[in-house]
């Protein structure tokens, strides 16, 4: 089993930056990868940004060249440095991580409201 826990969320203006933390614990060597989603109100759950074992990263197109995915692995945090913050930003951001014998992100954090203000 692997917990998810993030956190970073809050209110910021248009231009502005955030960065999401999920801490991850339990069996946290049987990750394969783990993703940012995001949910706004209406919309379907998005994949914005993922990491995999190996360190290699993708991003949903409307991201790319704001936002960032990184990770620390001592921490077994995975960071979403979001920059030049849009009202269209605005969501409830989730951790997931995908298991070893999955292939489909299986474990889902309990999200961090980002609002962006125009």
């Known amino acids: 089993q692997v917990q998810l826990v993030e956190s970073g969320g809050g209110n910021v203006q248009a231009g502005g930056s955030l960065r999401l933390s999920c801490l991850a614990s339990?069996?946290?060597?049987?990750?394969?990868?783990t993703g940012w989603y995001r949910q706004a109100p209406g919309k379907q759950r998005e994949l914005v940004a993922a990491?995999?074992?190996?360190?290699?990263?993708s991003y949903t197109d409307s991201v790319k060249g704001r936002f960032t995915i990184s990770r620390d692995n001592a921490k077994n945090t995975v960071y979403l440095e979001m920059n030049s913050l849009k009202p269209e930003d605005t969501a409830v951001y989730y951790c997931a991580a995908r298991h070893v014998t999955a292939n489909r992100y299986t474990y889902w954090g309990q999200g961090t409201q980002v609002t962006v203000s125009s």
């Open positions: 990491i995999n074992r190996s360190g290699s990263t």
């Open positions: 339990g069996s946290t060597n049987l990750i394969t990868a």
